[in-house]
């Protein structure tokens, strides 16, 4: 079993904690780090763990094998890299990091301390996604031309100008980093890598200083098209459409339900089973870190989203501008 602490104590490591503890034998919660002192006793008390004043603490206790991070976005890089450094397995919650740059740097620290490194993008783990990729590989969609994605939640209709994500840094082009950069895993995953885009934000409704309408078009190196959006103030709602020349295929209700149309037919539902996707994306991690199957998200597919998130916020920043896409780290360009 797997020993780790949660570095970050908020709302989302609340979820991920409720979805693994005391409910798997593949990895177990001993601990939890945060910043702010209630919330470390907060955390403590619920899950019966030990409470760390400190990362720093957290990474010299011997017994932690693994930390799960759950930090502010701009915190990311630099503490996967400590982990590694001090021999600790990393889980760090999407967006990997905000830079394709430093996402690169910190996946080669992991590589040389010989640690896992795994980030969160847990709708891979869906039943819908799973189905729809199976589709895809399978050639049963024919010859796929477009892909249209959209996540959105009113989430920051409540912030307030103290909450950290309540920044253009933690946010850029308003949603991606919190929500869009979940559609761009799964194109990726589904379609393969992106060549260039171009993106819009604006900030619409929301009283803080990040955008909260955001759009872009993307073009697949393979040569399909797609659209991603997302919208930090307008209610939830998550799908994922791709169209080829022999059927359409749509996953929503957050990749729970899947509807297959056929050339010539009508929509069709898919049977789907139930599974709790932030459990899985976790013991998957264990069972990485334990000898068992890597971690089923490429690492060179993550900084590769991240080379995307990045550009589509620097094509936003420049007013909507089509700009290449490096996978490398490199800086985005222009066409």
Known sequence: ???????????????????????????????????????????????????????????????????????PHSLHADHVVAAAKAGKHVFVE???????????????????????????HNRRFAPAAVELKR????????????????????????????????????????????????????????????????????????????????????????GYTGYLGTMCAAPYVVHLRVLGTGAIAEARGDFTQLEVQRAGGKPEPVPLPSIDTLRAELEAFADACTGGPAYPVRIEEAIHGIAVMETMARSAALSGAWLDIGSDGSAPSRC
């Open 94 to 120: 999407k967006p990997f990091t905000l830079t394709a740059a430093s996402a690169a740097t910190a996946a080669e620290v992991c590589r040389r301390a010989g640690v896992v490194l795994a980030v969160g």
């Open 135 to 222: 589709l895809v590989d399978a050639g049963i969609l024919g010859t796929i031309l477009h892909a249209e994605a959209n996540f959105s939640a009113p989430s920051a209709l409540n912030y307030t100008p103290e909450r950290w994500r309540a920044s253009r840094v933690e946010s850029p082009a308003g949603g991606l980093a919190g929500l869009g950069i979940h559609m761009i895993d799964a194109l990726i995953w589904l379609l393969g890598p992106m060549d260039r885009t171009i993106c819009q934000a604006r900030r619409l409704a929301v009283t803080v200083d990040i955008d909260d309408t955001t759009s872009a078009l993307i073009e697949f190196k393979a």
């Open 1 to 71: 079993m797997l020993k780790v602490a949660c570095v970050g104590l908020g709302w989302w490591s609340d979820e991920l904690a409720k979805a693994v503890h005391g409910k798997t034998d593949k990895l177990r919660i001993v601990g939890g780090a945060a910043r702010t002192p209630a919330k470390r006793a907060a955390f403590v008390e619920r899950l019966g763990v030990r409470p760390y004043d400190s990362y720093e603490a957290v990474l010299g206790d011997s017994e932690i094998e693994g930390v799960i991070l759950t930090t």
